[in-house]
Structure formats: structure tokens, C-alpha cells
């Protein structure tokens, strides 16, 4: 099976990158093709090129962090259509399940 992994930033190793890079091996391990498209080069593409993961730059992924652009855009979603028949949905807020919205 051909399998893509898309991640935004390749220029930091965090848990996403980690992840992604550990996930990858797996599956080219049981034989699968396994490719990491990423927004920019750096230390997470060095890791990739050095286990032999194919992996593609993709500016467009690339954009500046705006956390409170982020926020009002869910709040909009979460007001739409898309969510009007959701029930139970639990979204936790600052990492833990005590607090929800």
C-alpha cells in the first residue's frame, strides 16, 4: 500500500515528527511505500533521509502560527453546520479532560 504522511514543519523534532517518523518505519517494515511531505527542511527531514524515508517539500504548507486566528476559526466551525447534529463531543481544553468546552 502506498502511504502518505503530510506534516507542516520538518525544521523542528516533536512529538508530531516523532510520531510520523517512528509510524513510518513500521509500515515501510510490513512492506509498505511510505512517503512524508512536510513544509520545510530541517532537523525531522535529516532524520528521514538518514533511515531512507522518502519525503517532499511542500511550501504551501508553510504558514506563521496564530493561536488566536486558530481559535476563532474552530469556534466558527463548531457553530456551523458541520457540527449542529454533534452530540457528546468533548474537546479538552489546556491538555486535560477535566475542563471541556
Known amino acids: ?6 506534516l507542516t514543519r520538518g525544521d ?3 512529538g508530531a515528527q516523532t510520531h510520523v517518523r517512528e509510524l513510518s518505519l ?3 517494515r510490513l512492506g509498505h511505500e511510505v512517503t512524508v ?3 520545510t527542511p530541517g ?3 535529516d532524520q ?3 533511515a531512507g524515508i522518502p519525503w517532499l517539500e511542500a511550501r504551501s504548507l508553510v504558514r506563521p502560527l496564530r493561536p488566536h486566528l486558530d481559535v476563532a ?3 466558527a466551525e463548531l ?8 452530540t457528546g463531543a468533548q474537546i479538552p481544553v489546556d491538555g486535560g479532560n477535566d475542563r471541556v468546552i
Not at 1 to 6: A, D, E, S
Not at 79 to 86: D, E, I, M, R, V
Open 48 to 50: 528521514l533521509r538518514h
Open 73 to 75: 476559526a474552530l469556534a
Open 79 to 86: 457553530c456551523g453546520p458541520l457540527f449542529a447534529k454533534t
Open 12 to 14: 523542528v523534532l516533536g
Open 37 to 39: 511531505i512536510t513544509g
Open 1 to 6: 500500500m502506498k502511504i502518505v504522511h503530510v
Open 26 to 28: 513500521e509500515l515501510r
Open 43 to 45: 532537523i525531522f527531514t
